[in-house]
């Protein structure tokens, strides 16, 4: 248990990289609450386990959880961690969360998605009505398991940096520079598996489905109609957090940025129009509340979230309430594709045999090769690959990762940041606290009452400085439909100690590579929502724009 030892040890004097816990602290420090905060602020603050954990005598599911977000999955059929694929997006949770913070810059060139840390996701659409294609899934995969061929080829897909000038010149009044980059993301139709030639026809002959989806509509995109985006994966750490706020409290924020309409765009139509919207998989639900989760709102609460979810579909591991692959969105494509493929044809019956070899699945082995792929792949009746007990470690994992302290709180230039971050109107989006309440844990998918095992955060005054709301901040190359949700700011500035990465890799595709390029990309655009406070920002003099990154970076 040597993994143990090293998450759960605490900060000592003298060690160097961690704060010894102290008294009289203001409560901004303690970002996560007593109950959810590491004083711990070494490379491997992320991976703490919070005091509610401790308390709770959850520790040895926490290491045991995080045992498994660290560790690759492999595509053994038998063993731990086994069941990789048949496709995938990445082997490991730390592929995409270095150390559990955030996704790491992304270099020019090649997209390389096999290198740990690259925590880019793909994002694939129709420009004309903001929707994904069906024709892959919603997080893209890239890689395939023999016989199988990875949807999209990785080594086709390049990641070009370009540069904007606002309307500043990109230069402070006092001289000093910055820089504005994005990422300009290339996928050719010969990367894609579902373009080839070979596939076309037997795609254009799917009919649509009853959900409404016009495959037909999709198919003509694969000539090269779609656009591609990159989006970043946050840091894991306080999610339990984030869940433990009342929906209540959410509501009455939209409630108030509706009623105070300072926001140029107003609120995302699918979750306010004028009341609490609520039905429908992207917008709130009226049994669970609010969507809390990823920069779209997909999800919430945690434990049917981004988390709960990446173990599952970023590997494709089933488990016993996921018996069926994540291949794409229409659910037959991909299906389809690999089914007339003649390499997959001619090694899937060998294939078989390894994945079913006692013949429990007589219907993946009928001898019509091409029927026995699509049943195979279509199933829902798959065997769990992930126990109950492994996804419930990992969850009380998910669940009990703790916030790092706030740093330099008596700093007086840190406190000079502080009270400018209100002052110019940071804070409106950027929310600094919320108190949770009760902290009643709820699984949308009844997942055999494994609730009770998770560690709870009741009645703590939180510090993630987001208003739980998404905007428009109308960048160049900007996120998929230009709705955004606040990105929480608690210890991303512990980013580049916790990874090794060169740069900050702030934003939602890693475009500003430190606190000034981020803020001033909140107002590149006059159309943005955080254009005011952004040229607050710009009007102050180099010592106080310094304040307010120090400030930003201390928390």
Sequence with gaps: MALFAAVMVGCRPGEGGGEEPQTDMPDWYYTGGKLGTTTNLTSMTFRQPTPS??????????????????????????????????????????????????????????YDAAHVGNGTLLVLYDPATDAYVSWVAGMPQLFGVAPFKAPIDPDQITVTWKTVQDEHGNKFEDGEAYELRYPDVTIPTSALYSAQAQF?????ALPSKESGSDINKDIALLDGGYEVRLENTIGVYGSGLLDAIPDQDIIDQYAKEAADKKLKHGLNPAFWDGSFKTGGYYKNDPQWGPKRFTYALTRGPIMDAAGANAIWNITNVTRSDRQYHYLDLDGRVYATCASIDPEVQA?????????????????????????????????????????????????????????????????????????????????????????????????????????????????????PYTDMVQHKLCMENDIRTGWCRTTPLWGRGLHRKATGDAYEARLHDTRARNVIEAIMWHGYSQESDAYYPTQQFYKLNKEDRDAVVAFINAI
Aim: include cysteine; aromatic fraction near 10%; hydrophobic fraction near 30%.
């Design 53 to 110: 954990v401790d308390n709770d005598g959850t520790g040895t599911k926490f290491a045991q959880g995080d045992q498994i977000a660290e560790k690759d999955f492999v595509t053994n059929t038998t063993g731990r961690q086994h069941g990789l694929g048949p496709v995938y997006v990445r082997s490991s949770c730390q592929h995409c969360h270095p150390n559990y913070s955030h996704g790491a810059s992304v270099p020019e060139g090649k």
């Design 200 to 204: 076309r026809a037997a795609l254009e």
């Design 347 to 463: 090694a899937f019956p060998d294939f078989i045999k390894t994945i079913d070899p006692n013949g429990e699945h007589p219907e993946w082995a009928t001898g019509n090769v091409e029927k026995d792929i699509y049943t195979y792949l279509t199933s829902k009746t798959l065997p769990a690959e992930m126990s109950d007990d492994e996804f419930t470690q990992v969850m009380i994992w998910h669940r009990g990762l703790a916030v790092p302290a706030a740093r330099n709180v008596d700093d007086e230039k840190v406190l000079r940041g502080k009270k400018l971050f209100t002052q110019i109107g940071c804070d409106y989006c950027h929310r600094p606290t919320w108190t949770t309440g009760q902290d009643v844990v709820r699984d949308p998918n009844n997942f055999k009452g494994f609730t009770a095992a998770m560690p709870r955060y009741q009645n703590q005054k939180i510090w």
